[in-house]
T-cell receptor
Framework: EAGVTQSPTHLIKTRGQQATLRCSPI?????VYWYQQALGLGLQFLLW???????NRGNFPPRFSGRQFPNYSSELNVNALELEDSALYLC?????????FGQGTRLTVV | DAKTTQPTSMDCAEGRAANLPCNHS???????VYWYRQIHSQGPQYIIH???NNETNEMASLIITEDRKSSTLILPHATLRDTAVYYC?????????????FGTGTRLTIIP
């Protein structure tokens, strides 16, 4: 069974640009979560989608947004990129008690 | 606001049991204790979770104190591949119901 897959693996953008990150959950999982992990820091909760709707968001500005598609895959969009947005962005999916993480997208803003 | 406190780092000799403590003194009655680990720059890996009873699976054992204010993750026979950052979190079911932050965890180094 395929795990959570994220694309791209690495992404380099310049300041002010937009980045789009994608996540495919484990088959059958309806919830998708996004986390940001800046270098040397813990995971910061970004967004939670379930059944196509945003259920909760962390303490991030509105330029961090996303959506969940009917097939439960998800996109994270970051507008007006800033240097401090450079981080590993992790997606997780869950059907209940456990959440399984993808390998992440490393976003570098230069 | 951190709900858990863990030591920043620990060392353990290969082949010995690694015991990782976690304090969660403000845990509420319906919150679970979860453990994840993250090997360098990879996505976190689920290890184990529990509510109030001790739990064991193929990876580890979880010992939760009777008052539920602390717990210990036990890796019975640590190998070099267990070197990772271990995160203890408390959360309501289902996952993601709160603005959950993992914190910085415990960096466990297994020494040959």
């Amino acid at each position: 069974e395929a795990g959570v897959t994220q694309s791209p693996t690495h992404l380099i953008k310049t300041r002010g640009q937009q980045a789009t990150l994608r996540c495919s959950p484990i088959s059958g999982h309806t919830s998708v979560y996004w986390y940001q992990q800046a270098l040397g820091l813990g995971l910061q909760f970004l967004l939670w989608y379930d059944e196509g709707e945003e259920r909760n968001r962390g303490n991030f500005p509105p330029r961090f947004s996303g959506r969940q598609f009917p097939n439960y895959s998800s996109e994270l969009n970051v507008n007006a990129l800033e240097l401090e947005d450079s981080a590993l962005y992790l997606c997780a999916s869950s059907l209940g008690a456990e959440a399984f993480f993808g390998q992440g997208t490393r976003l570098t803003v230069v | 606001d951190a709900k858990t406190t863990q030591p920043t780092s620990m060392d353990c000799a290969e082949g010995r049991a690694a015991n990782l403590p976690c304090n969660h003194s403000t845990i509420s009655g319906n919150e679970y204790v979860y453990w994840y680990r993250q090997i360098h720059s990879q996505g976190p890996q689920y290890i184990i979770h529990g509510l109030k009873n001790n739990e064991t699976n193929e990876m580890a054992s979880l010992i939760i104190t009777e008052d539920r204010k602390s717990s210990t993750l036990i890796l019975p026979h640590a190998t070099l591949r267990d070197t990772a950052v271990y995160y203890c979190i408390v959360r309501l079911f289902p996952f993601g119901n709160e603005k959950l932050t993992f914190g910085t965890g415990t960096r466990l180094t297994i020494i040959p």
